[in-house]
């Protein structure tokens, strides 16, 4: 069974850092692109930022210049520095992964989430 695991939210003033981390777990075959979403309260799920296996990232034009996304292929792990936060990024912040599993089915996996509050 295929699982994403996020880590690394929490509570941070305006200004402040935190790094998501996510681990890949189960039977993996091939990891494709990921990416991490998120969702605030009253809006639509948006895309922070994404990367593909060989490294290739897009940006939110929000964060751009303050956050940066990264993965280590070999620990099967994706993080998220977010740098320079702001109280509008405060949102559930969800891992996503395009994943082959060892049976060779290709499926669209998301963690659990991790909340990331941005006090001012």
């Known amino acids: 069974q295929v699982q994403l695991v996020e880590s690394g939210g929490g509570l941070v003033q305006a200004g402040g850092s935190l790094r998501l981390s996510c681990a890949a777990r189960?039977?993996?075959?091939?990891?494709?692109?990921m990416g991490w979403y998120r969702h605030a309260p009253g809006k639509q799920r948006e895309l922070v930022a994404g990367?593909?296996?060989?490294?290739?990232?897009k940006y939110a034009d929000s964060v751009k210049g303050r956050f940066t996304i990264s993965r280590d292929n070999a620990q099967k792990m994706v993080y998220l520095q977010m740098n320079s936060l702001k109280p509008e990024d405060t949102a559930v912040y969800y891992c996503n992964g395009d994943i082959v599993d060892r049976m060779g089915f290709k499926s669209d996996y998301w963690g659990q989430g991790t909340q990331v509050t941005v006090s001012s």
């Open positions: 189960g039977g993996i075959f091939s990891i494709n692109a």
């Open positions: 990367i593909t296996s060989v490294g290739a990232t």
